[in-house]
């Protein structure tokens, strides 16, 4: 690494990327219900909004082929990842159909749920605002669950732990 300030231009992205890498976030895998079935996309642009009313965000890539579907639900969920989850994350983060072997209900406005994460919020899209290469997706929390364990770390390029006892 250098010691070098720069602006983050088209030449040096990958730079600005390993930059953004810098920030320790957590994994989320986001579903919602399409006509040919449940879909799912890893990410880890979640953010809290609001208490009052309850929002939180995430922002799906534009140039994803799954994007469409994505930014245009009424509804759609987001799964907190526990530690041991990082292949269930590579497999959302690869194909956003693995449901055919993955064990999952729906709730009462058909989103697919994920059993057995950290936490999961049931939203309804509460407004999609143009974030550059990303949209903003705001949800309004309908439900949610907490479940057991330590969260999912994405930094650096690689996954790990956070240990909130340690």
């Not at 579907?69 to 159909?97: E, Y």
């Not at 899209?125 to 143009?130: E, G, K, L, M």
Request: aromatic content about 10%; proline content about 7%; hydrophobic content about 40%.
């Amino acid at each position: 690494m250098t010691d070098e300030t720069f602006a983050p231009t088209a030449e040096n992205q990958r730079r600005f990327r390993d930059a953004l890498g810098c920030f320790a976030t957590g994994v989320t895998v986001v579903t919602v219900p399409t006509a040919q079935g449940p879909l799912g996309m890893t990410a880890n642009s979640f953010s809290s909004v609001s208490l009052d009313p309850p929002l939180v965000l995430w922002c799906p890539a534009r140039n994803s082929e799954r994007h469409p579907f994505f930014a245009g639900a009424s509804h759609f969920a987001i799964h907190m990842l526990r530690d041991d989850q990082s292949a269930l994350a590579m497999d959302f983060a690869r194909n956003g159909d693995p449901f055919a072997t993955l064990q999952h209900a729906t709730n009462a406005d058909n989103v697919p749920l994920l059993p057995d994460c950290l936490a999961r919020f049931e939203c309804r899209t509460y407004a999609v605002h143009d974030g550059g290469d990303h949209d903003i997706v705001v949800g309004q929390v309908e439900r949610l669950w907490i479940g057991e364990g330590k969260p999912l770390v994405f930094a650096q390029s690689h996954f790990g732990c956070f240990d909130p006892n340690a």
